[in-house]
């Protein structure tokens, strides 16, 4: 059993920054973020391989943000650059303890409780 426990989310500027952080209570093969508005199916942003450090990102978010890992803290980070207001959702961690599927939300058996990113125009 995994526990996650996200932070970090809130309210921003077109245009501006945030760093959401996910703490693990243990460690798994792939820590992965998605993200869900109202109505929408749970979409894949990002995930990281912890061990090889590989990075995978959705088109839309791609060279805007960046995922990564400090193993000292068993902590994953999505910094989210160029915000924009499609980026607006509440945004999950979840862990997997399998290299594949990564952008396929039944692949991860363990979630964050989601954490709110509004970004006003």
């Known amino acids: 059993q995994v526990q996650l426990v996200e932070s970090g989310g809130g309210l921003v500027q077109v245009g501006g920054s945030l760093r959401l952080s996910c703490a693990a209570s243990?460690?798994?093969?792939?820590m992965g973020w998605f993200r869900q508005t109202p109505g929408k199916e749970r979409e894949f942003v990002a995930a990281?391989?912890?061990?090889?450090?590989?990075?995978y990102y959705a088109d839309s978010v791609k060279d805007r943000f960046t995922t990564s890992i400090n193993n000292a803290k068993n902590t994953a980070y999505l910094q989210m650059n160029s915000l924009k207001p499609e980026d607006t959702a509440v945004y999950y961690c979840?862990?997997?303890?399998?290299?594949?599927?990564?952008?396929?939300?039944?692949?991860?058996?363990?979630w964050g409780q989601g954490t709110q990113v509004t970004v006003s125009s």
């Open positions: 990281i391989n912890w061990i090889l450090g590989r990075t």
């Open positions: 243990g460690r798994t093969f792939t």
């Open positions: 979840a862990a997997s303890p399998r290299a594949g599927g990564v952008g396929d939300s039944q692949s991860y058996d363990y």
